[in-house]
């Protein structure tokens, strides 16, 4: 089914579940950022890099799914149930899956295939470019333009480069 934004979406997925789905993928890509970029500055090994960005984000997921169901609980009185625990769950599956990246790469390090400090950087890498990809999407899907889907993108990646700088920073 295509929707009324021209893209390909499951039929019973409303745009605002898309839009809170990616809201979530791309929070945790920022923090995914900062934690890999804390790694690299440290000493840490493959083992204990992998633990970290797997923990990582099994306590984001943890941390939005029990924000949820507690603001649930608040306003409607009740437990989410149903459809409503399905949508809490889908639309914070993206902070589970922000790990996947990581965690192959800290596996290619682990069987020696590139350095830890190497894949710990091209995780960074690749959520910067995530997060440019995402800005560009957006810039192009509000219809306006080439240029201004770059500038976009660009002003997002901005994001994810400045939260590994302040991170670089820090020295953690």
């Known amino acids: 089914m295509v929707d009324d934004r021209g893209a390909d979406a499951p039929p019973d997925v409303e745009a605002g579940v898309l839009a809170d789905r990616l809201k979530e993928r791309i929070y945790a890509t920022i923090t995914m950022i900062a934690v890999v970029v804390g790694l690299s500055l440290g000493e840490v090994g493959s083992l204990g890099a992998v633990a970290t960005v797997l923990t990582t984000a099994l306590g984001l997921w943890l941390a939005a799914f029990v924000a949820d169901q507690q603001a649930h609980r608040t306003v409607h009185r009740r437990l989410a149930t149903g459809h409503e625990l399905r949508r809490m769950l889908y639309v914070s599956s993206p902070l589970l899956s922000c790990a996947v990246g990581p965690a192959?790469?800290?596996?290619?390090a682990a069987l020696d295939v590139l350095s830890l400090h190497a894949a710990l950087s091209a995780a960074a890498g690749v959520g910067v470019v995530s997060l440019f990809l995402w800005?560009?999407?957006?810039g192009l899907r509000m219809g306006g333009g080439v240029v201004t889907a770059v500038v976009a993108g660009l002003l997002d990646a901005a994001?994810?480069?400045?939260?590994?700088?302040?991170?670089?920073?820090a020295g953690h």
Do not use: F
């Open 159 to 169: 994001i994810g480069v400045a939260v590994a700088l302040v991170k670089a920073a």
């Open 135 to 138: 800005g560009c999407l957006g």
């Open 104 to 108: 192959v790469l800290i596996a290619l």
